[in-house]
């Protein structure tokens, strides 16, 4: 149980009795790492142009109604500034958000032809999928 503690909220709609801003989706993160040789103009250009077209063109994103794609890279840039502010870096040079409807429409969407057609075999060109692994939080 959640004790809670005394706070005075600026806000009425987070107050305590109020119910969480529920969204009506399920939200899937995917943490990737670029492949070794790839540099980072290459990567950042590769998936934000080529590897999204792939994936909003792809038939399933429309049929299993993907709500929301968005792509996230993390430049050397935005690392060195999150290192000399003294945080933690995540490693990882990018991630993926798919919002989906259910399990069932991300399912449906991930084990499409064009999927394993597509989008797995573009990732063979900037992500180090093979070694590195795809790390995946969902919410």
Request: proline share 4%; with cysteine; net charge negative.
């Amino acid at each position: 149980m959640h004790n809670k503690v005394d706070h005075r909220f600026t806000y009425e709609e987070l107050e305590w009795n109020h119910k969480e801003n529920y969204q009506p989706c399920i939200k899937l993160s995917f943490f990737f790492k670029k492949l070794p040789n790839v540099d980072d103009d290459h990567f950042q250009m590769h998936y934000n142009h080529v590897h999204s077209d792939l994936t909003i063109a792809s038939k399933g994103f429309n049929v299993y109604k993907v709500q929301r794609y968005v792509q996230l890279y993390q430049s050397p840039e935005m690392k060195e500034k999150i290192r000399s502010l003294g945080m933690e870096l995540l490693d990882f040079d990018a991630v993926s958000t798919l919002w989906v409807k259910d399990w069932d429409s991300w399912e449906r969407f991930s084990t499409s032809p064009e999927y394993a057609a597509a989008l797995m075999p573009d990732a063979d060109h900037f992500m180090d999928y093979k070694q590195s692994g795809i790390k995946v939080m969902a919410g």
